[in-house]
C-alpha cells in the first residue's frame, strides 16, 4: 500500500504551491489548495531512478533512450489503447511550452483560435502572447457537468474563420471526460471546416471509473490528420518539477512543422531528469496509479459529503477524471473579489478563483483534492469559517 496519508511539511521546500502564497496575499499561515500538483511523494522506483542518475556523476548532454521510447508506447497501448509509432513521439519541456510552438507552427499572426470556456488559464494567456486571436465558446452545463456547445462552435468556426482549436481532454477545471462520441462529434466538426486540434490530455490518466478516457487521435482513423496530442507524465505522477512532457504527431506534415518552430525556439533539448523520471514512472507507475486514484475518489467523496451537510450552497461539479473541482458559489451572492476576499483573509485557504479560467468562471473557485485526508478536512474547514 502506497502512503497518500503522510503529512509532508512542505514549507520552505521552494516550491510554488505553498511558499509562493504568502509573497501573493500578504499573509501567513494560508492553506493551498489551487495549483495542480500533489502533497504525494513520488514513487519511490522513480526517486530511485533519479538517485540513480546523479550518482553515475556525469550530466552531459543526453538524448531521448529507446527505452524511454518502449515506456512510452507500452503505457499508451496498456492505458489507452493507443498504438503511438516510434516516430510520432516528441518530447518537450512542458505542455504549455508546447501549446506556444503548436500555435506558432500552425497559425500565423492574427490567426483565430477558439477555446473552452471556462478552461486551463493558460489556454487564453498563449494564444493571446502569441498575437493571435482567441474566440472562447462557453461550456453549458447538462445534468451538474460540462458539455460542448458544438452548434455555437459551429457558427464560431466560421463566423471567425478558426484555425485551430486547443481541446482539454479530459478538461480542467470541469473535471469532464469527454466520451468517445463527444469528441467524435466535435472532430467531424473540425474536419468539416479544416480546423486543427490540438489536445492537451495531461490529466489522461487520472480518470475515475466507469469513465473511460478517449485520446483525442484515436477517435477515428482520420483524426490523427488534423490533430496532435499533447501528454505528459508529470502529472500523473507529480513529477511537474522535473519538466518533460511528449508531443504525439501521426502526421508527418505537422509534425515537420511542429520541429522546425521547435529548432526555432532551441526547444529540442530536454534536461536529463525529465527523461529518467518519465521512463521510470511509466515502467513502474501501474499500483501507485492505481492505490492514487482510489486515494483521490475518497477524498472527492469526502468534498461532496462535507458540502451536503455544512455548505449545502455550495455546489460541487463531480469530476469524472483528474483531482480538481469546480464549486460554484454564486448562491452566496459574492463578487469575484469578494468570493477571493472572503476564503483568502477570513477562511486562511487559498483555491484557483474561477475567474481565471474565463468569464465563465465567475463565480467559481478550483479545488485541488490531491493532499492527504487530513489536509483536505482542515481545508474544507476553513472554507466553511470563510463564510460564517
Ligand atoms: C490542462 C493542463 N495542461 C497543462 C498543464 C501544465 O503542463 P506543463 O507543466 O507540462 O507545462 C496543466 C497543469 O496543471 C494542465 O492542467
Redesign the pocket.
Known amino acids: 500500500m502506497i502512503e497518500f496519508d503522510t503529512v509532508y511539511n512542505r514549507r520552505n521546500t521552494n516550491c510554488s504551491k505553498w511558499d509562493s502564497i504568502k509573497d501573493t496575499y500578504g499573509e501567513d499561515g494560508l492553506l493551498p489548495l489551487w ?3 500533489m502533497d504525494f511523494k513520488a514513487n519511490q522506483p522513480v526517486l530511485d531512478a533519479l538517485k540513480e542518475s546523479v550518482e553515475q556523476g556525469i550530466l552531459g548532454y543526453s538524448p531521448a533512450p529507446d527505452s524511454l521510447y518502449e515506456a512510452i508506447q507500452s503505457w499508451q497501448k496498456r492505458h489507452h489503447d493507443y498504438s503511438v509509432n516510434k516516430e510520432a513521439i516528441l518530447f ?8 506556444s510552438l503548436a500555435i506558432q507552427a500552425y497559425t500565423e499572426p492574427g490567426d483565430a483560435i477558439l477555446i473552452h470556456d471556462p ?2 488559464p ?2 487564453a494567456k498563449v494564444v493571446e502572447q502569441n498575437d493571435r486571436k482567441l474566440v472562447r465558446s462557453r461550456l453549458l452545463i447538462e445534468q451538474d457537468h460540462f458539455v460542448m456547445n458544438l452548434e455555437e462552435i459551429e457558427k464560431q468556426i466560421i463566423t471567425e474563420n478558426i484555425r485551430l482549436f486547443i481541446l ?1 481532454n479530459p ?2 477545471p470541469g473535471g469532464r471526460v469527454w466520451t468517445k462520441s463527444e469528441l467524435e462529434a466535435f472532430g467531424k466538426l473540425c474536419a468539416k471546416y479544416d480546423v486543427l486540434v490540438v489536445s ?1 490530455e ?2 489522461q490518466d487520472l480518470i475515475f471509473a466507469p469513465h473511460v478516457f478517449t485520446t483525442f487521435t484515436n477517435v477515428h482513423s482520420t483524426f490523427k490528420d488534423f490533430s496532435i496530442t ?1 501528454t ?1 507524465a ?2 500523473t505522477f507529480n513529477l ?1 518539477g522535473i ?3 511528449m508531443i504525439f504527431i501521426e502526421n508527418p506534415d505537422l509534425r515537420k512543422k511542429f520541429l522546425v518552430a521547435q529548432e526555432r525556439n532551441s526547444q529540442n533539448e530536454i534536461n536529463i531528469f525529465g527523461y529518467v523520471g518519465t521512463e521510470a514512472a511509466y515502467q513502474n507507475g501501474d499500483t501507485w496509479l492505481e492505490e492514487l486514484l482510489v486515494y483521490l475518489k475518497e477524498n472527492i467523496d469526502t468534498v461532496s459529503e462535507f458540502l451536503k451537510a455544512e455548505l449545502p450552497e455550495v455546489n460541487m461539479m463531480r469530476p469524472e477524471g ?1 483531482y ?1 473541482i469546480w464549486l460554484d458559489f454564486s448562491a452566496l451572492g459574492l463578487t469575484d473579489a469578494q468570493l477571493q476576499k472572503q476564503l483568502v483573509h477570513k477562511g486562511k485557504v487559498v483555491l484557483n478563483p474561477g475567474i481565471s479560467f474565463g468569464p465563465g468562471g465567475t463565480q467559481h473557485m478550483r479545488l485541488n483534492v490531491a493532499c492527504p485526508k487530513e489536509t483536505l478536512l482542515e481545508g474544507l474547514r476553513r472554507i466553511k469559517n470563510a463564510f460564517e
Open positions: 495549483i495542480a500538483d518537450n519541456s512542458g505542455v504549455v511550452p508546447s501549446l478552461v486551463y493558460p489556454f482539454c478538461h480542467n492537451d495531461i490529466h499533447l505528459a508529470t502529472k511537474a519538466k518533460n512532457s483528474t480538481l
